[in-house]
Nanobody
Framework: QVQVVESGGGLVQPGGSLRLSCAAS????????MGWYRQAPGKQRELVAG???????DYADSVKGRFTISRDIAKNTLSLQMNSLKPEDTAVYYC????????????WGQGTQVTVSS
């Protein structure tokens, strides 16, 4: 079974920075994409940033220019560097590993809380 664990969340001032990390373990294979999702109270879970094994990235409009996603394929790790944080970024952030070959499967971490407040 694939296990996904996030870390790095916490409390930060508006305008500050935070780095999230994700470690995936188990036999995940080579056909997958990874991403960061977030969910605020009363809101739908949304994709923050995604990255393919080839390095292609995708960002939500609300975080473009502020967040950077990166990955280490060999180590099955994922990072999210968050700069210029805003109160609207407050949410639980989840690491996602999506197996893209058949059968498709999503693996989720338990989430890490990010709170942006003065």
């Amino acid at each position: 079974q694939v296990q996904v664990v996030e870390s790095g969340g916490g409390l930060v001032q508006p305008g500050g920075s935070l780095r999230l990390s994700c470690a995936a373990s188990g036999s995940i294979g080579s056909s997958y994409v990874m991403g960061w999702y977030r969910q605020a109270p009363g809101k739908q879970r949304e994709l923050v940033a995604g990255i393919t094994s080839g390095g292609s990235t995708d960002y939500a409009d609300s975080v473009k220019g502020r967040f950077t996603i990166s990955r280490d394929i060999a180590k099955n790790t994922l990072s999210l560097q968050m700069n210029s944080l805003k109160p609207e970024d407050t949410a639980v952030y989840y690491c996602n590993v999506r197996k893209t070959n058949w059968p498709r499967r999503d693996y989720w971490g338990q989430g890490t809380q990010v709170t942006v407040s003065s």
